[in-house]
């Protein structure tokens, strides 16, 4: 059997997954570093004070690129199945 096929795909899934995950991460990265610096200049030593705009952050992304990242994984779910026969043979 020709494993092949199987690795491009989840090569495939994996690319597709870090393209899709990237904006999200680096935005919530952003933010939690910029609030950070803030907490550090003011001497403030609360931690739960990154929770609420990390998770608006995310949320404001989510909806912003939610169309985006849906689309390229029912892309990347289409061409999976558009394989399969071809895989079969």
């Not at 597709?16 to 550090?40: D, Q």
């Not at 609420?52 to 289409?78: C, D, H, Y």
């Amino acid at each position: 059997m020709n494993t092949a096929p199987i690795f491009d795909i989840f090569q495939s899934f994996m690319y597709k997954s870090f393209e899709v995950l990237l904006p999200v991460a680096a935005v919530s990265t952003v933010v939690v570093v910029i609030i950070a610096v803030i907490m550090a200049m003011m001497q403030i030593q609360e931690q739960t004070l990154t929770f609420f705009p990390k998770m608006a952050s995310v949320i404001i992304v989510l909806v912003a690129l939610g169309p985006w990242m849906f689309g390229e994984l029912t892309s990347i779910i289409t061409h999976m199945f558009d394989k399969i026969p071809d895989m079969l043979r």
